[in-house]
């Protein structure tokens, strides 16, 4: 059990750290907000993974807010954004 925990553990901390190099390189703003989504549903992963390994359930509250948040926000932000800037025109 404790093997498989540091192992979804590391999967997460890569993961996270992708999510965040793309959060700083990513060249339109679409990028970033993927991004974005992708951190924080790692960040409801590793809560449900420590809700799991401790076996309570007093996290359930706080996945159901941040599983709502992440949603609301990545309609929200696709929504409102004019469209995607780094697709050319056919100069023709």
């Known amino acids: 059990m404790?093997?498989?925990?540091?192992?979804?553990?590391?999967?997460?901390?890569?993961?996270?750290?992708?999510?965040?190099?793309?959060m700083t390189m990513g060249p339109t703003v679409l990028d970033r907000a993927v991004a974005l989504d992708v951190f924080v549903a790692l960040g409801i992963c590793g809560l449900a993974i420590e809700a799991a390994y401790g076996r309570h359930t007093f996290t359930l509250p706080l996945l159901l807010v941040l599983t709502l948040l992440g949603f609301v926000g990545s309609v929200s932000i696709a929504r409102f954004t004019q469209g995607s800037d780094d697709i050319e025109e056919d100069p023709s």
Do not use: P
């Open 2 to 22: 404790t093997i498989a925990l540091f192992i979804a553990a590391a999967m997460l901390l890569i993961g996270a750290v992708c999510a965040v190099a793309r």
